[in-house]
């Protein structure tokens, strides 16, 4: 029997529980309980598991509402932050853990990335590098990285964000560095205004005159979008979305980048 105020209230204002209400008679319980178990084997610095067997406590059921089992409940200080029901696959429950309760690194990284001012951020790409170089398999480490360093050192963000492929939750990232990569890395982009417009946007870019580039890149766009195979609309599209859509400078000439596109 589980003393849930201690065990399960009162534990997780120290650290969140995760509870899996269960019964013998359950065949997805019975799937769910021993991957549940291994995890938190796994992860015993981050949560603490508890298994209610809702027919030895059927009060706890009733109290918070288990409409059918397996019913796992996450409680952060006292209460119920978030549930799932039925017995998920092992990688859909680390992910569920992962966006319910951020480990150490991600809240690291999640700290580094408020503190960015501007792009590219000096100061913060050394920070970034240092949280790299101590978590190497960090992928949204990496690809914030190669964000700050595509516009000045292209090289390194292609090779950070290499490995990155279709269906990875990076993937789009990674394929807008890469695009960004290929534009700053184009020895010859041709002759005609167009061609002459992005090679001027990008020397902006390399001189840290992120605004400048823009205008240059918005006007290549007009002149000819199909310029150097679609480049000035590749580049465009992959520059918006790296700035992100909160950026003053995505607010101020995303519209007009769109207007001159179709």
């Known amino acids: 029997m589980v003393n849930f105020q201690r065990e399960v209230i009162e534990q997780s204002f120290l650290k969140p529980v995760l509870v899996d209400f269960w019964a ?33 406590q059927p009060e706890l059921a009733q109290q918070y509402r288990i409409m059918g089992i397996p019913n796992v409940k996450l409680f952060i200080k006292g209460k119920v932050v978030n549930e799932f029901s039925g017995a998920l696959p092992r990688q859909a429950i680390l992910k569920w853990l992962d966006e319910n309760i951020p480990s150490e690194e991600a809240q ?21 590098r240092t949280f790299v ?3 190497p398999n960090n992928d949204e480490g990496k690809v914030a990285l190669a964000r ?8 390194e963000a292609t090779e950070l964000v290499a490995h990155i492929r279709p269906g990875h939750e990076q993937w789009e990232q990674a394929e807008d560095i890469r695009t960004l990569a290929r534009w700053m890395q184009l020895e010859d ?3 005609g205004p167009a061609a002459q417009l992005l090679a001027k946007a990008r020397e902006a870019l390399k001189a840290g005159e992120m605004e400048k580039a823009i205008k ?23 520059l918006f979305r790296t700035l992100g859509n909160e950026h003053e400078l995505t607010r101020k000439y ?9």
């Open 24 to 56: 013998p008679w359950c065949g997805p319980c019975r799937v769910l309980g021993p991957i549940l178990e291994q995890i938190a084997e796994e992860n015993r610095d981050r949560f603490v598991l508890v298994k209610v067997n809702t027919e030895e």
């Open 133 to 135: 170089q101590k978590h």
């Open 254 to 262: 995303r519209k007009l980048f769109d207007m001159v596109l179709w």
């Open 216 to 238: 240059l890149l918005i006007d290549a766009t007009s002149a000819d979008k199909a310029c150097c195979n679609e480049l000035p609309r590749k580049a465009g599209i992959a």
């Open 148 to 155: 700050h360093l595509v516009f000045t050192q292209p090289d």
């Open 189 to 191: 982009t041709g002759e």
């Open 108 to 128: 690291e990284l999640k700290e580094l990335l408020a503190s960015e001012k501007q792009i590219p951020d000096d100061a913060l790409i050394e920070r970034l």
